[in-house]
């Protein structure tokens, strides 16, 4: 991972990277509210954006089956040009466009745009014995994103929206997991600013009892990640978001908290309400 990303500069700027998916994105409603919130967010901010289940839909209304194996979305060539239609046209443009009625002057990107995330095609993978080809899914290396570019977009005053979607520098656009794009921009953005990557969905944080939604976890830093796993306490999908954040901490961003939509403008505060990963 980035080195300099782990440079201590007591002057340096707050940034959030805030990435919006699940429920959220599917209802007008709850979308209208978190952008509202999103755009009363008074620093600079980078806003990532999953697909929702708009993809599936559309794909199905044209004939395209959505196919996945581990819970991961096969993108083969009518799959790709689907979710370039879906993310980086209808679901981007439509925030934007919402954003903009919000006094923010977003600006919708992909990846290929500016060249700010290159990525690699994901290759044939064995599972289960068999080898699995995942398509036009882009994997990332932190080292290749063009930090600089988004730098200069933050400066001129705009707010970058980004859609899942990267390309492989041959003129390919690769679907590309939204959680890991916020993942990887923080990081990138860590040598210039100090970073809060903020993961929204419809939780309050990580519960210690799926069921009861008011036994978040406050605080948690590898020590009581550790206790956690030993103690069975965590559902299985939240552990790639915990794995994600402390990735991002160890390669410099300074924290990660993942929480409730309805909860960000708390979560851009100190008097946090979800739950706040530290190393």
């Not at 923010?104 to 995330?117: Q, V």
Request: proline share 3%; with cysteine; hydrophobic share 40%.
């Amino acid at each position: 991972m980035m080195s300099s990303g782990m440079n201590v500069n007591t002057q340096q700027e707050t940034l959030f990277v805030i990435k919006i998916g699940g429920n959220v994105i599917d209802n007008e409603t709850a979308l209208a509210a978190f952008l509202k919130d999103f755009a009363a967010v008074n620093a600079p901010k980078i806003l990532v954006h999953g697909g929702g289940k708009i993809a599936t839909k559309i794909g199905e209304q044209l004939g395209i089956e959505s196919k996945y194996i581990n819970g991961r979305r096969i993108t083969d060539d009518n799959t790709i040009d689907v979710v370039t239609m879906i993310y980086g046209g209808l679901v981007n443009k439509k925030i934007v466009a919402q954003l903009q009625a919000l006094r923010t002057n977003a600006i919708g990107l992909t990846g290929a745009d500016a060249n700010i995330i290159p990525a690699t095609k994901r290759p044939v993978k064995i599972i289960n014995d068999s080898p699995v080809d995942f398509g036009w899914v882009g994997d990332i290396d932190v080292q290749q994103l063009q930090a600089d570019n988004l730098k200069h977009l933050l400066e001129k005053d705009f707010t970058p929206v980004f859609a899942p979607l990267t390309h492989d520098e041959q003129g390919h656009i690769l679907n590309t997991n939204a959680d890991t794009i916020a993942s990887a921009i923080a990081v990138s953005l860590s040598q210039f600013y100090k970073v809060r990557l903020i993961y929204c969905f419809e939780k309050k944080g990580v519960l210690e009892d799926v069921n009861d939604d008011n036994s978040v976890i406050r605080n948690i830093n590898k020590e009581k990640y550790q206790q956690l796993l030993n103690e069975n306490k965590l559902f299985e999908g939240i552990l790639p978001k915990i794995d994600n954040a402390f990735a991002a901490i160890d390669a410099g961003v300074s924290e990660v908290l993942i929480g409730d939509a309805k909860d960000l403008i708390k979560n851009t505060t100190t008097s946090t309400e979800g739950t706040l990963i530290t190393q």
